[in-house]
């Protein structure tokens, strides 16, 4: 398998636009998770998807903030619009089982830029 | 507050030497604690997990304890070579039952040959 696969590695836009992140998780995993790391914050968990369903999206930081899982093999995370403070790395992880027990396997993560 | 401290930002240590890594804990009560390692522009790669009720873990050169008490995982490596030189951050998931993982900051670990 090739692991989780993100799109695109880098994306730099202006403030104002719409960005959208993608995501092809490991298949068979059960589980999506979408990250935000910076400097200030670290790493925080933005939703996770259980076989497609949101379960939980208490962690994307506002309205501006949209993910969608339309079937197995696919995740998008849409930020419009976007502004300076939007820019982070953006990762994607997924796993058999859940954020317990299981390993999660990360994505090589978006590096985002809003000017 | 909830918080999760790794006990540096940086750590530097001589190749051969052992490698200890903190991770402290405050307002939560993990279920489980993990531990991964960062390198430079790529995603967190997962190590070691430790249960609640499990004292020590091992893994070839790594080893992870868990004291419920102090509230605190120690991450070690030892023999440590320059290729372990990563950035290490540790997470937990709460009693909750969530599958949210909340994650440290991280410590950066470079090993001098």
């Known amino acids: 398998d090739a692991g989780v696969i993100q799109s695109p590695r880098h994306e730099v836009t202006e403030m104002g636009q719409e960005v959208t992140l993608r995501c092809k998780p490991i298949s068979g995993h059960d589980y999506l998770f979408w990250y935000r790391q910076t400097m200030m914050r670290g790493l925080e968990l933005l939703i996770y998807?259980?076989?497609?369903?949101?379960?939980?999206d208490s962690g994307m930081p506002e309205d501006r903030f949209s993910a969608k899982m339309p079937n197995a093999s696919f995740s998008t995370l849409k930020i419009q619009p976007s502004e300076p403070r939007d820019s982070a790395v953006y990762f994607c992880?997924?796993?058999?089982?859940?954020?317990?027990?299981?390993?999660?396997?990360f994505g090589p993560g978006t590096r985002l830029t809003v000017l | 507050s909830q918080k999760i401290e790794q006990n540096s930002e940086a750590l530097n240590i001589q190749e051969g030497k052992t490698a200890t890594l903190t991770c402290n804990y405050t307002n939560y009560s993990p279920a489980y604690l993990q531990w991964y390692r960062q390198d430079p522009g790529r995603g967190p790669v997962f190590l070691l997990l430790?249960?609640?009720?499990?004292k020590e873990k091992r893994k070839e050169r790594l080893k992870v304890t868990f004291d419920t008490t102090l509230k605190q995982s120690l991450f070690h490596i030892t023999a440590s070579q320059p290729a372990d030189s990563a950035t290490y951050l540790c997470a937990l998931v709460d009693q909750t039952g969530a599958n949210n993982l909340f994650f440290g900051t991280g410590t950066r670990l470079t090993v001098i040959p």
């Open positions: 998807f259980n076989n497609n369903v949101p379960i939980d």
């Open positions: 430790i249960r609640e009720n499990e």
């Open positions: 992880a997924s796993s058999s089982y859940g954020a317990g027990t299981d390993t999660q396997y």
